[in-house]
Structures are given as structure tokens and as C-alpha cells.
């Protein structure tokens, strides 16, 4: 193991990494009581990139099967955007509302400097803009920031365009028309990225059905663009042409897929088949599904903009059309194989990474 001792007297040593990653890094800072990992599953394609979680882990072989999941998980998606960037993750075990202060933000910073540049982080569950900017004193290798030359802001809205464009492509792919009007979609979850979109669709001549558990949400919806408001419960049973799964992941079980009326899904939520079974039940049921981690990367391209220092918004753009273009490929690949979707995906961004 290599101990090294850094600026806020931060402990950092290397772990055994699994099968096929990079380097897991441990640092631990009795000071501040800071206790995070950096995962780094694959440089090939460029400097690691992915956000940053904090979490109260149970004990830390939870936080490693976290983070080492969710960062192969960055290669892919950064790899499907066809970014330079290679998948990282890092997670900081506590709880975000009673162990967080600007000073263990600033020792996690200390703790990405000393990793040079092979890791970039940002905002994920339980961490801010706010929390960047504390970060970003102690260390440059920080994207997600509200303020600064590159700065990406919130990337929302673009995950949202992203969206919107394959969903486009998926309903081309199936009935050989992208036209919007009158389709109906069943959109579940209008939080940042749900509600962008709701509108996008709207503006395009869609019929939206919505569920949220957030009341004002919904009534927002329901008065800005006529939205059919449901329950959470009743989302998946709606009559709908496309399924736009937009809260939390692990959406499409084996019982929601039971259900589910809609002959396309298509949505931003990360992590949405509930395991791998899930792919084989949709296509089984003839539904086409719109594998989530090409769909919603939009948000990386937001964030790689500000790690690479590019302004030039046509970047954004083409990275952005980029991803239906991918999602074109894999369903055609997965119409001459017969093979899931998900599954086609999986292989197709792994070329791309050797
Ligand atoms: P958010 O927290 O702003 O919105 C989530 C919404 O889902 C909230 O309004 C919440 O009330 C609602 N919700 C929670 N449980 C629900 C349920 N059972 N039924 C209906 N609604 C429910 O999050 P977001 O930033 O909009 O992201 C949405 C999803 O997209 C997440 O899975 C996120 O990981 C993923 N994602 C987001 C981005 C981004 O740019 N924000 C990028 C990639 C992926």
C-alpha cells in the first residue's frame, strides 16, 4: 500500500482496485473527519471525470461497491457522448446535513489535487454547487461550478435537450416519423430535468400525462402545458405512446414492466432497469427501450465543456445530436442481432473504449 500524507493533514493511500479498474484511493482527515474514495475505472479515452456522492454508508465495502459501480459506469456514458474524458467517481461517506462543513469540502479538494489531474469531480447526490466552489479552493481539477470563465451551471437543461432528441429518434426508429403532435407521453418525475422537457415536448405538439410527488409540480405542469396530471401509482398503466422515466433509477422492474402500456421508454433517470432481466422483459413485451446512459448524457457534455475550457457552443450541440445519431446505431444493430437494446449498447460503447 502507498501511504502518502498531504496539505490538510489528509491520509491518502492506494486500495486494491477490481478486476478491470484503474486505482481506488482512499483519504481519511481526522481533523475535518473527512473519509472519501476516488474510484477511477479507465483512462483511455482521457482524464477521469464523474461526480461526487455523499452518503452515509453503512461500512466502507457499501461506499466501494458504490463508487466502483458508478464509475464504470462514467467510462460508458463519457464514452457514448464520445467525450476525451474517462470514467471516475468519488463518494464521501457520511451524512451530507450533519457531518458536512466548508473546511472537510476543502480537504476532499486537497484530496483530488493530489491525484494530479487524472480525476475531475462534481456535483452528484448529496453535494452542491456551493460545495464546488469550497472544493475549487484547494484544487483545480473541479467542474459544475456556478461561477468562472467555463462555468457549466446547472446542466439540466441540456440533459433535457438530450432527451428530447432520442426520444425523437427512438419514435422515428419505430413508427418512421419524429413528428410530436398528438403523441402522448407519460413523463414520471418533473423535477429539473422532467419539467424541461415537459415543455420542449409541449412547444412540439405533444400530449403530456404527468406524475410527480411533488403537488406544486404537478400544477405547474398542468397549468403551463395542459398536462394530465395522474398518481405516482397510475403513471405506468397510461395509455400512453411513450414512457419517459425522469425521477429515481430502478424505475422498470419486472412488475412496472407488467403494466406498462407505452411501446417506447425514454428517459433521463439513471440506472433505470431494475437489473439486467429488465432489458430481456421489455423487448419481450415489444417494447423499445432507449438505454438510459446514452439518452441523458447530456449533463456530462455540459460538465466536459467546462473541463476542457471549450465556449464554443456548437460543441455542445453536436456532442448532444451526437447521442441520438449513437442510439440510431445501437438500435439498428439490435434489429439485425435481435439482441436487447441495453445489451447492444454495452458492446457497442465498449468498442469505442479499445
Ligand atoms: P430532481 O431531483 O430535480 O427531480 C426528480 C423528481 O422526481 C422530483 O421532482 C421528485 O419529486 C420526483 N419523484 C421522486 N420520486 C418520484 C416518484 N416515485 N414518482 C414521481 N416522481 C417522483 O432530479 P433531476 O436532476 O431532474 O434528475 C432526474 C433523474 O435524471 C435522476 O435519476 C438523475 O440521476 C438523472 N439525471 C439527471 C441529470 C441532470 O442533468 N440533472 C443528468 C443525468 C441523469
Known amino acids: 500500500m502507498n501511504h502518502a500524507a498531504v496539505a490538510h493533514s489528509l491520509t491518502i493511500r492506494d486500495l486494491t482496485p477490481g478486476k478491470g479498474y484503474e486505482r481506488l484511493v482512499e483519504a481519511k482527515d481526522d481533523k475535518t473527519g473527512l473519509h472519501a474514495l476516488v474510484s477511477i475505472h479507465s483512462l483511455k479515452r ?11 454508508y453503512a461500512k466502507i465495502e457499501d461506499a466501494i461497491y458504490d463508487v466502483e459501480r458508478l464509475s464504470k459506469g462514467m467510462t460508458y456514458k463519457n464514452a457514448a457522448a464520445e467525450l476525451p474524458l474517462g470514467g471516475g467517481k468519488s463518494v464521501i461517506i457520511g451524512n451530507p446535513k450533519t457531518l458536512k462543513t466548508p473546511e472537510l469540502m476543502r480537504a476532499f479538494g486537497a484530496f483530488i489535487e493530489y491525484l494530479a489531474g487524472d480525476y475531475y469531480t462534481a ?24 461561477g468562472g470563465e467555463f462555468a457549466s451551471g446547472d446542466p439540466s437543461p441540456v440533459t433535457a435537450r438530450g432527451v428530447f432528441l432520442c426520444l425523437k429518434q427512438t419514435l422515428k426508429r419505430g413508427l418512421g416519423s419524429d413528428d410530436l403532435t398528438d403523441k402522448t407521453i407519460a413523463i414520471q418525475g418533473l423535477g429539473h430535468v422532467g419539467m424541461s422537457l415537459a ?34 401509482d397510475e403513471i405506468l398503466h397510461q395509455q400512453a405512446d411513450v414512457f419517459a422515466p425522469c425521477a429515481m433509477g430502478g424505475a422498470l422492474t419486472a412488475d ?29 413485451k415489444g417494447i423499445l427501450y432507449a438505454p438510459d446512459y446514452i439518452v441523458n448524457g447530456g449533463g456530462i457534455v455540459n460538465v466536459a465543456m467546462e473541463i476542457l475550457k471549450i465556449s464554443d ?28 437494446p441495453h445489451m447492444v449498447a454495452d458492446e457497442l460503447i465498449g468498442t469505442r473504449l479499445r
Open 199 to 232: 415543455g420542449m415536448l409541449h412547444d412540439a405538439g405533444a400530449k403530456l400525462i404527468v406524475s410527480d410527488i411533488n403537488d406544486d409540480a404537478v400544477r405547474i405542469a398542468q397549468a403551463d402545458f395542459g398536462a394530465t396530471v395522474v398518481s405516482p
Open 46 to 56: 482521457g482524464p477521469a471525470a464523474g461526480g461526487c456522492r455523499m452518503f452515509n
Open 256 to 284: 412496472a414492466i407488467d403494466v406498462l402500456k407505452a411501446r417506447y421508454v425514454v428517459g433521463a433517470a439513471n440506472n433505470q432497469l431494475a437489473d439486467d432481466t429488465c432489458g430481456q422483459r421489455l423487448q419481450d
Open 313 to 340: 457552443p456548437s460543441y455542445r450541440e453536436s456532442r448532444i445530436s451526437g447521442l441520438a445519431t449513437t442510439l440510431e446505431q445501437v438500435f439498428e444493430r439490435a434489429a439485425e442481432t435481435g439482441q436487447p
Open 123 to 146: 456535483e452528484d447526490v448529496g453535494v452542491s454547487t456551493q460545495d464546488m466552489a469550497y472544493i475549487s479552493e484547494t484544487t483545480s481539477y473541479v467542474a459544475g461550478l456556478d
